[in-house]
């Protein structure tokens, strides 16, 4: 044993690794290599990177500042395997109360969508204009049929219990109202034929909801009946307040059994 501590001792201080120092000794086992070489430092070039020291005291550092192992993984950039190894003998942080798991989980979410919300209104802006580009310009035919559909559906329609050939409609969104009156326009219809009555509820600012549909519609004042109010529930939580809630529109056509039947011959060969 003597002579083999002698001469491997005298190996390691050429430099020679562990696995050189048994190559050139011939096999023997880890232990017995191990008291061979006691006290015998290792060469500087079989030591591994300080890298790996500097990341394993920074990780103990967060762990003792109550960081799980994800978190630190994540900030250090390593594998959690290997923050788990370094970070074992430390005492585990303790468990948060319920209070902190929402705070933490609404703060998470909260830089999610953060940085998500933008992204998907990039995505949908890019969509819905590749979708319009489709579209184009509307021919004569082509809106009397979307024109047609919008009646069949947001219209007023004729009923076995109630037969009506009255063409009525009713809508809140301003966009579909103004597409509505290019519809009646390719139908032949004049706007001197139309009325309007706003409804609204009575909590709201009846004169600006008013002037809103005026301005919409481009129709004279005389062309509007006076707004119908809906009664206020404080028991009902509504959506639809505010400064942007202006009621709902309601076209009335005159004269207009004609123009029912025609859009219903439409609206049926549309979805024939």
Request: net charge positive; with cysteine.
């Given at each position: 044993?003597?002579?083999?501590r002698?001469r491997?001792?005298?190996?390691?201080?050429?430099?020679?690794?562990?696995r050189?120092?048994k190559e050139?000794?011939?096999?023997?086992?880890?232990s017995?290599?191990?008291d061979?070489?006691?006290?015998?430092?290792?060469?500087g070039?079989?030591?591994?990177?300080?890298a790996?020291?500097?990341?394993?005291?920074?990780?103990?550092?967060?762990?003792?500042?109550?960081?799980?192992?994800?978190?630190i993984?994540?900030?250090l950039?390593?594998?959690?395997?290997s923050v788990?190894?370094?970070?074992?003998?430390?005492a585990r942080p303790?468990?948060?109360?319920?209070?902190?798991?929402?705070?933490?989980?609404?703060e998470g979410?909260?830089?999610?969508w953060?940085?998500?919300?933008?992204?998907?209104?990039?995505?949908?802006a890019t969509t819905?204009?590749?979708?319009?580009a489709q579209?184009?310009?509307?021919t004569?035919?082509?809106l009397?049929?979307?024109?047609?559909?919008a009646?069949?559906?947001?219209?007023g329609?004729?009923?076995?219990?109630?037969?009506?050939?009255?063409?009525?409609?009713?809508?809140?969104?301003?966009?579909?109202i103004?597409?509505?009156?290019?519809?009646?326009d390719?139908?032949?219809?004049?706007?001197?034929?139309?009325?309007f009555?706003?409804?609204i509820?009575?909590n709201?600012?009846?004169?600006?909801?008013?002037?809103?549909?005026?301005?919409?519609t481009g129709?004279?004042?005389?062309?509007?009946?006076?707004?119908?109010l809906?009664?206020?529930n404080?028991?009902?939580?509504r959506k639809?307040?505010?400064?942007s809630?202006?009621?709902?529109l309601?076209?009335?056509?005159?004269?207009?059994?004609?123009?029912?039947?025609?859009?219903?011959?439409?609206?049926s060969?549309?979805?024939a």
């Amino acid at each position: 044993m003597a002579a083999l501590r002698e001469r491997a001792i005298q190996l390691r201080q050429q430099g020679k690794s562990r696995r050189q120092i048994k190559e050139i000794l011939g096999s023997m086992s880890n232990s017995m290599l191990d008291d061979a070489l006691k006290g015998e430092p290792p060469p500087g070039w079989t030591r591994r990177a300080r890298a790996k020291d500097d990341l394993r005291e920074r990780a103990r550092e967060l762990r003792t500042q109550g960081l799980d192992l994800e978190k630190i993984a994540a900030a250090l950039g390593v594998a959690k395997s290997s923050v788990s190894l370094w970070v074992r003998d430390l005492a585990r942080p303790a468990r948060l109360s319920y209070e902190e798991c929402r705070k933490r989980a609404a703060e998470g979410a909260h830089r999610y969508w953060a940085a998500e919300r933008p992204a998907r209104a990039a995505a949908r802006a890019t969509t819905c204009a590749a979708a319009a580009a489709q579209i184009g310009t509307l021919t004569d035919r082509e809106l009397l049929i979307a024109g047609a559909i919008a009646y069949w559906c947001e219209g007023g329609k004729s009923k076995p219990h109630r037969p009506s050939d009255r063409v009525v409609f009713t809508n809140s969104d301003p966009s579909l109202i103004r597409f509505f009156l290019r519809f009646l326009d390719a139908a032949g219809t004049p706007r001197t034929r139309l009325r309007f009555r706003v409804y609204i509820h009575e909590n709201a600012d009846v004169a600006a909801a008013q002037q809103f549909w005026l301005d919409v519609t481009g129709a004279s004042a005389d062309q509007f009946a006076t707004p119908t109010l809906k009664h206020h529930n404080p028991v009902t939580v509504r959506k639809n307040v505010g400064g942007s809630y202006r009621g709902c529109l309601r076209v009335d056509v005159s004269r207009s059994a004609d123009l029912y039947r025609r859009i219903e011959g439409w609206a049926s060969a549309s979805m024939a």
